[in-house]
């Protein structure tokens, strides 16, 4: 099975990072298979940023992104810009401290879009007072809400990616993610 | 124990240049291909190499045919507007048989166009970029794994053949990560030096072949120019004859291994109907878009050629021999599709799928042509 | 000829070379004489030097010499030199070239090469006109001199390339001229020591297409006019610019020291590998 992702945010807040994660639990320890591609050039700088993620049982030829099974919004700029093809009864995980599900209310009922919500900024802030791990929070998020990578191999994925000595934090960061949906 | 990656393309070309032995690259920054200097720059040190930042593309490519001669296996990496700067200097590798290695992350083109956006527009000028007649080499991959693996085989080709070879790449291969495996027997070919004798000809007319190449500084005293030279090295500018044998043997060093050098790769093609050619990223959509097409009954086939230089004519006929049509799928508006024309014109209809504008064709839109034309 | 009349110098030579293609009255021959008694002054093995060059008439002269040349493209020779020179820091790495190579093709390069402070030694051969493609002007025409491209005239400022190269960065720069043969092999020996990049500009007379085009049709007329022209550096600072239009400045545009490319690229190696940079791993399997 393939499954599309993207991570939407602005300049800053690590959605390469986490996508890079996820393709690297997926094909490093999970024993799927994944490509990542993100958007270069003026949009990456400010604005929007986005990163996108294909994993898959087999092995994935056409590389990109069509249709994501499942969108991340981290910013309501990205919420707006990138939903627009997000798949008939897709997921869609925001968090409710900087986006406004309200605005995009008109796409989800159009196309039947499941909504989390996942308040990572304000779990980053809160729980390990370093806001800008609200990515890695994010990252626990989806891997609890979508199962499309295991949460053993998400934390090897972490460690393997993240700068030396931070590796505890981010955990931690992880594993307040993973509890914050049901 | 064979190590997993979860890497970019342009870091993996890196990774193979060293694995290849590289310790010498030059470069200047360009997009998409910055990332394979700057992970040198990190990597090379670590490994006793030397990377240097040069004042532009000219001066790289000048720069690693120094290192080649200074004894260290060297590369450069660039896009579109630094190969075309560096075409000068790549016609004087060939003509002074200097093996180097040269990266080009192709992107929207000509002039500086599409900085961030992939395409396939240099291929022409990875053929005949430079003035006058050679023969070039050129391996274009097709996923992150391969950006690896075909950097080492150039430096492998390099040393083998002592030419210029080309990593024609694409900013898709270049920017997106993927898994890559990389075995700890991996296949290197070291540069041969020559016995020390008073007969040693740096230049020697050897039939389909080179002469083993010293460094400088080995004791041999060799004289490397651009000019029409005769075996010693010599300048012999006004001889039509030194000047035919020596061309013709770097011509023909490459031409008369090509059955070494050449690799396609072909899946469902004995019975197609419709056969889809391509090299590069757009490979990775007429796969998936063949493989759609068989699971729906279609008899079509693929070709994926893996050096476009010297073009694999002979395999390509041959795996297309049964084809009524085919179709070429490159990111540009014809260059190998007269390659393929001039191979398969006889036995088959060969098409075009120009793609431009910077996006990789999407698996739907070549069935669309499969369609269109196996429905003719 | 007997033994003992033969020029000491040809043992560094390709005799089966010879003849040269160098016209009568060329200063080349006077230059490669300087620059091999330089090299013997410095105590300096011949065997270790490597030569690069690049297109033009002055580029030709690593070919006569029985030496490691690299004869490369128009203007690009430092951007080999450095190269060759990065990959083996061992190699003694000189470069001839002439003011079209150097100031105007190459005249990137060799401000480059000089900002780096890159361990080479450049003689640059300034006969202020394109010899090899037939008179034309070239950046350091003289304004007013004529080339078959300057028919009414060169309109153009000249460089000034032994100060230009001082300001580039680099660690030694000199100009002298071919009737100061003396001074000449000095500058040349204190470029081959000086651990960093060296440039020497020697002015000299090409008879053949300057002097025809600019009514000093002889050798020794051209030596005459430079001769006259010459003013020595402190007698130059005490001019004005006025008075120093149309001169030939000698003597030495900078003599420091600086941190050199190739050894900082060696301390980096040495900081992340344990070792300088590997030498010859070309040949290498096992690396």
Redesign the interface.
């Known amino acids: 099975m393939r499954t599309e992702i993207r991570i939407g945010g602005f300049g800053g807040q690590g959605v390469i990072l986490a996508g ?1 994660i996820l ?2 639990s997926a ?2 320890f999970d024993g799927k ?6 958007s ?2 003026p949009e990456a700088r400010g604005g929007a940023s986005k990163c996108e993620v294909v994993i898959s049982d087999s092995e ?5 992104v ?1 249709n994501p099974d499942i969108f991340i919004a981290m910013s309501n700029e990205a919420l707006i810009k990138y939903i627009v093809d997000l798949k008939d009864n897709g997921t869609l995980i925001v968090d409710p401290g900087t986006t406004d599900v309200e605005d995009v209310r008109e796409f989800i009922d159009e196309h039947n879009i499941s909504v989390y919500e996942a308040p990572a900024t304000k779990t980053a802030t809160d729980e390990i007072g370093l806001k800008i791990v609200a990515n890695i929070v994010m990252v626990g998020a989806i891997t609890k809400i979508t199962r499309v990578i295991s949460k053993e191999a998400a934390i090897k994925a972490i460690e393997a990616s993240v700068p030396k000595g931070t590796e505890e934090k981010n955990i931690k960061a992880f594993e307040a993610g993973y509890a914050l949906v049901e | 124990m064979a190590e997993e990656f979860f890497i970019q393309g342009n870091e993996a070309c890196a990774k193979g240049a060293i694995a290849a032995g590289c310790r010498f690259f030059a470069g200047y920054p360009i997009t998409p291909s910055t990332e394979i200097a700057e992970t040198l720059a990190r990597e090379l040190p670590k490994v006793g190499g030397s990377f240097v930042q040069m004042e532009d593309e000219i001066g790289s490519a000048g720069a690693i045919i120094g290192g080649s001669w200074g004894g260290a296996k060297s590369m450069t990496a660039t896009s579109g507007p630094g190969i075309s700067l560096m075409q000068e200097n790549i016609g004087y590798a060939f003509m002074s048989e200097t093996p180097i290695v040269i990266v080009d992350v192709q992107r929207g083109s000509p002039s500086t166009a599409q900085p961030t956006m992939a395409a396939q527009g240099d291929m022409m000028q990875a053929r005949w970029g430079s003035h006058g007649d050679y023969e070039p080499i050129a391996l274009s991959p097709s996923s992150v794994q391969e950006f690896f693996d075909f950097t080492i085989k150039a430096f492998n080709l390099a040393e083998e053949y002592r030419v210029p070879v080309f990593v024609m790449a694409d900013e898709v291969i270049g920017h997106m990560r993927e898994k890559i495996v990389v075995e700890d027997d991996i296949e290197i070919v070291a540069r041969k030096r020559p016995e020390k004798s008073d007969n040693y000809l740096p230049f020697e007319n050897i039939e389909n072949g080179t002469t083993p190449m010293p460094a400088f500084g080995d004791g041999f005293n060799i004289h490397v120019t651009g000019l029409t030279h005769d075996e010693r090295g010599y300048p012999d500018t006004n001889n039509p004859e030194t000047h035919d044998k020596l061309i013709q043997r770097i011509c023909d060093k490459v031409l008369n291994n090509k059955d070494k050098i050449c690799s396609i790769k072909s899946k469902d093609c004995e019975d197609a109907d419709v056969v889809v050619v391509s090299y590069g990223g757009p490979v990775r959509s007429v796969v998936e878009a063949v493989a759609k097409a068989r699971a729906d009954g279609k008899k079509v086939g693929y070709v994926k050629i893996d050096t476009p230089w010297p073009f694999p004519d002979e395999q390509v006929k041959q795996a297309c021999a049964n084809a009524k049509d085919i179709i070429v799928v490159e990111m540009n508006l014809g260059q190998m599709y007269y390659e393929v024309d001039r191979a398969c014109k006889r036995d088959a209809n060969v098409h075009l799928m120009g793609v431009i504008g910077g996006l990789l064709p999407t698996p739907d839109e070549i069935l669309e042509q499969i369609d269109r034309i196996g429905g003719n | 000829m007997s033994e003992s009349k033969q020029n000491r110098f040809l043992q560094y030579m390709r005799e089966d070379r010879l003849p040269h293609i160098f016209c009568p009255g060329c200063g080349n021959g006077a230059i490669i004489n300087a620059f091999l008694a330089a090299m013997e002054k410095a105590g300096m093995d011949f065997d270790n030097i490597a030569m690069v060059s690049g297109i033009g008439c002055s580029s030709r002269i690593p070919g006569y010499l029985d030496c490691d040349s690299l004869h490369t493209t128009h203007g690009r020779a430092l951007s080999f030199a450095t190269g060759l020179k990065t990959a083996n820091k061992d190699l003694d790495v000189v470069v001839f070239t002439g003011d079209g190579d150097a100031a105007s093709i190459g005249g990137n390069h060799l401000i480059h090469a000089a900002r780096r402070n890159i361990n080479l030694t450049v003689i640059c051969i300034n006969n202020n006109i394109y010899g090899m493609t037939g008179g034309q002007i070239s950046p350091t025409s003289p304004k007013g001199s004529f080339g078959t491209t300057a028919p009414y005239g060169n309109q153009d400022t000249p460089f000034k390339l032994a100060e230009l190269v001082a300001a580039a960065g680099a660690t030694y720069s000199a100009r002298w001229t071919t009737v100061q043969i003396e001074n000449l092999v000095l500058a040349i020996k204190e470029g081959l020591e000086n651990p960093g990049f060296s440039f020497i500009e020697v002015a000299t007379q090409c008879p053949t297409y300057f002097g025809r085009k600019n009514k000093l049709k002889t050798p020794t007329a051209m030596a005459a006019v430079m001769k006259a022209n010459t003013v020595f550096k402190s007698a130059a600072d005490r001019m004005s610019a006025r008075e120093l239009e149309g001169k030939i400045v000698v003597g030495e545009f900078a003599n420091t020291t600086k941190d050199e490319f190739t050894e900082n690229i060696d301390k980096i190696s040495v900081e992340k590998s344990g070792k300088k940079t590997v030498i010859n791993s070309a040949y290498e399997t096992e690396l």
Do not use: R
């Open positions: 890079i393709g690297k094909c490093l298979e994944a490509v990542q591609t993100q270069y050039g994935v030829d056409y590389p990109k069509l």
